[in-house]
């Protein structure tokens, strides 16, 4: 089963960037969307951005929209989440995750293979 590994995240003041990688040990987005997804303490997993596989468009969550950009390196092993303008109600974990099943993209439920997450914080 294929294992993906999220990194990137850390500390970063209110208006800061991160690029979060999601890698994967083969080309695997070539055959699967991937997502990404964040948690806050005590609250669901949300959804954040998606790629598609087969023609890498894209969707993002309204909260996201204009700020972050999810995309992915030539070699579809690795899918990137650049992240600008990031506010405090950003501070989460952050996972990647495959496309699995049919159904929306916004939906934890129809994705597997999840990352163990990159803790994003932004101080205000």
């Known amino acids: 089963q294929v294992q993906l590994a999220e990194s990137g995240g850390g500390l970063v003041q209110a208006g800061g960037s991160l690029r979060l990688s999601c890698a994967a040990p083969?080309?695997?987005?070539?055959?699967?969307?991937a997502g990404w997804f964040r948690q806050a303490p005590g609250k669901e997993r949300d959804f954040v951005a998606h790629?598609?596989?087969?023609?890498?468009?894209?969707t993002y969550a309204d909260s996201v929209k204009g700020r972050f950009a999810i995309s992915r390196d030539n070699a579809k092993t690795t899918v990137y989440l650049q992240m600008n303008g990031l506010k405090p109600e950003d501070t989460a974990v952050y996972y990647c995750?495959?496309?699995?099943?049919?159904?929306?993209?916004?939906?934890?439920?129809?994705?597997?293979?999840w990352g163990q997450g990159t803790q994003v914080t932004v101080s205000s």
């Open positions: 995750a495959l496309k699995r099943y049919p159904g929306t993209n916004y939906d934890p439920s129809n994705y597997n293979n």
């Open positions: 790629i598609s596989w087969t023609d890498d468009s894209t």
């Open positions: 083969k080309p695997t987005f070539t055959r699967f969307a």
